[in-house]
C-alpha cells in the first residue's frame, strides 16, 4: 500500500493531556500538510512542510500545537494540554507536483484516513 | 469570509442520472481546483481537478467545468450510481496548486437506486 497513512486512528484523551498523531505520507512525495476538520465543515489547513522544512502555519495553530518533519519522511502533530475545542478529525496529506497543461506544474494532495480526535 | 462555497448542503438523486454539484469561489488569485470525494470516517479521495487555463476536464464519469469570469465551476457525475453517495469538497488553490488548499463546506450526495 503506497498510500499516506496516519496514526492512531481515533484517540479518545481527558482536557488537560497532550497527544501526538503520526502521519507517513507516499513516499515520492516532499510535500506534507495537515489539516482539521469538524462537523459540517470542509478541513481547514493547519500546516505545512516541504521536506524538513516547515513553511507555513496557520493562524488556527496555537501556541499548544506544534508540527516536525525531522527528516522529510513521516510527520508528527502534538496539541498539548488538550481543550475540548480541538476535537475534531484531524487529516494529513502529501503532495504531488506534476506536469500540467502548458507546462504548468500543478500539485494534487492526497489525504490520508484521518485520526480523530475526542477530549473528554 | 468564505472563499470557497458550495452552497448545496444537500442533493438528491436517481441512479442513472446526472448529478451536478456547484461551487463558487472569491478569491481571483486561485488557478488550480480539486474535487474529493468523503465517506464518513474516511479521509478525502481525489477525484478530478483542473486548471484555470482551461474551461473543462473529463475523465470517465466525471466532468468539471470552470467559468473563471461568473467565478464558478461544477461537478458533473454521468450515469450516477450509487456508489456515489458521499459528501464531496470543491478545493481551490493559488500558485498552481502550490499554496494550502481552500475547502468549501462540502455537499452530501444521495445517489438513490
Known amino acids: 500500500d503506497t498510500g499516506v497513512s496516519q496514526d492512531p486512528r481515533h484517540k479518545i484523551t481527558k482536557r488537560g493531556q497532550n497527544v501526538t498523531f503520526r502521519c507517513d505520507p507516499i513516499?515520492?512525495?516532499?510535500?506534507l500538510y495537515w489539516y482539521r476538520q469538524t462537523l459540517g465543515q470542509g478541513p481547514e489547513f493547519l500546516t505545512y512542510f516541504q521536506n524538513e522544512a516547515q513553511l507555513e502555519k496557520s493562524r488556527l495553530l496555537s501556541d499548544r500545537f506544534s508540527a516536525e518533519r525531522p527528516k522529510g519522511s513521516f510527520s508528527t502533530l502534538e496539541i498539548q494540554r488538550t481543550e475540548q475545542g480541538d476535537s475534531a478529525m484531524y487529516l494529513c496529506?502529501?503532495?504531488?507536483?506534476?506536469?500540467?497543461?502548458?507546462?504548468?506544474?500543478?500539485?494534487?494532495?492526497?489525504f490520508g484516513p484521518g485520526t480523530r480526535l475526542l477530549v473528554l | 469570509d468564505q472563499q470557497v462555497k458550495q452552497n448545496s448542503p444537500s442533493l438528491s438523486v436517481q441512479e442513472g442520472r446526472i448529478s451536478i454539484l456547484n461551487c463558487d469561489y472569491t478569491n481571483s488569485m486561485f488557478d488550480y481546483f480539486l474535487w474529493y470525494k468523503k465517506y464518513p470516517a474516511e479521509g478525502p479521495t481525489f477525484l478530478i481537478s483542473?486548471?484555470?487555463?482551461?474551461d473543462k476536464n473529463e475523465d470517465g464519469r466525471f466532468t468539471v467545468f470552470l467559468n473563471k469570469s461568473a467565478k464558478h465551476l461544477s461537478l458533473h457525475i454521468v450515469p450516477s450510481q450509487p456508489g456515489d453517495s458521499a459528501v464531496y469538497f470543491c478545493?481551490?488553490?493559488?500558485?498552481?496548486?502550490?499554496?494550502?488548499?481552500?475547502f468549501g463546506k462540502g455537499t452530501r450526495l444521495s445517489v438513490i437506486a
Open positions: 478545493a481551490a488553490s493559488a500558485n498552481s496548486g502550490n499554496t494550502p488548499l481552500v
Open positions: 483542473i486548471s484555470s487555463i482551461k
Open positions: 513516499s515520492e512525495h516532499n510535500r
Open positions: 496529506a502529501s503532495g504531488k507536483l506534476a506536469g500540467g497543461p502548458r507546462d504548468i506544474y500543478q500539485e494534487t494532495q492526497y
